[in-house]
């Protein structure tokens, strides 16, 4: 209910954590340095790995926690100090009423003028990259993640077919400036996110009879906890590179090279 114990991070990066807190170490030969704050239940921590990073290590730590999902795998170009941008979510569209007219002609209806309006659910990270003279990288990332207050707003439309107010949200969104080494792996965590749920499942009408509606349905609430997780590796492509660089390069390496 605290979220990830980070203060454990280190003694899980290269291998299997037990119970007794253990290390099955994968490749003991490999040593890692540890940069930055990752305090026990932190609200945010950032780790930096200057060493080769081992996926499955961080894997196997969260999965301590809880279910682990990944929920997006994106590779991106950008230039230098120039921002990146990467959003998972949805649009939500609405019209707002901005003027009301009642007129003879109208036989006394209201005459509507609308200004359409959206809101953006999900997660989005922004990424300012700027690098040095010694070819170090500054990284200014800024992710929030935004979601509906009720579920149901989701799916609401008033009398008039589309949605007339803009859904309420909620925003948790953190800013970190870090400076890491070329190709070194930047690890970020602390947005955390509770969602209720609330389903009731049974027999059509006979679910809702008062005193007896309970023999022919169920109800169900669920509390789930989240926390969000970046995981960035910065690379710097030297001018007069790019010309020969293909998506193998940037890490699908399953996919045919179509160059």
Do not use: C
Not at 13 to 27: K, M, S, V
Not at 205 to 213: A, N, Q, S, T, V
């Amino acid at each position: 209910t605290t979220g990830i114990d980070w203060s454990q991070f280190n003694i899980a990066i290269n291998g299997i954590l037990d119970q007794q807190n253990n290390i099955y170490p994968t490749n003991p030969a490999v040593t890692y340095e540890f940069t930055g704050q990752a305090g026990k239940y932190s609200n945010l921590a950032t780790t930096v790995i200057n060493a080769t990073f081992n996926m499955t290590g961080l894997l196997n730590f969260l999965k301590q926690s809880g279910d682990v999902y990944t929920l997006s795998n994106p590779k991106i170009l950008t230039l230098n100090n120039q921002p990146a941008i990467i959003s998972i979510g949805e649009t939500l569209n609405y019209n707002v009423a901005t003027n009301v007219v009642i007129t003879a002609s109208t036989a006394g209806l209201a005459e509507k003028t609308y200004t359409p309006g959206s809101v953006f659910v999900g997660i989005l990270l922004n990424i300012t990259p700027e690098i040095t003279k010694e070819n170090d990288i500054i990284l200014r990332i800024n992710p929030s993640i935004s979601e509906l207050r009720d579920p149901e707003q989701a799916s609401y439309f008033g009398d008039a077919g589309f949605r007339e107010i803009a859904p309420d949200t909620k925003e948790k969104k953190l800013s970190s400036v870090v400076k890491v080494k070329d190709g070194s792996t930047l690890i970020l965590g602390g947005l955390i996110s509770n969602t209720k749920n609330f389903t009731i499942n049974g027999v059509p009408i006979l679910k809702d009879i008062p005193l007896f509606g309970n023999l022919f349905g169920s109800k169900k609430r669920q509390n789930q906890r989240f926390e969000l997780i970046f995981v960035i590796r910065p690379k710097v492509i030297e001018n007069g590179t790019t010309e020969g660089i293909g998506l193998k390069d940037l890490g699908f390496k399953d996919l045919p090279n179509h160059e």
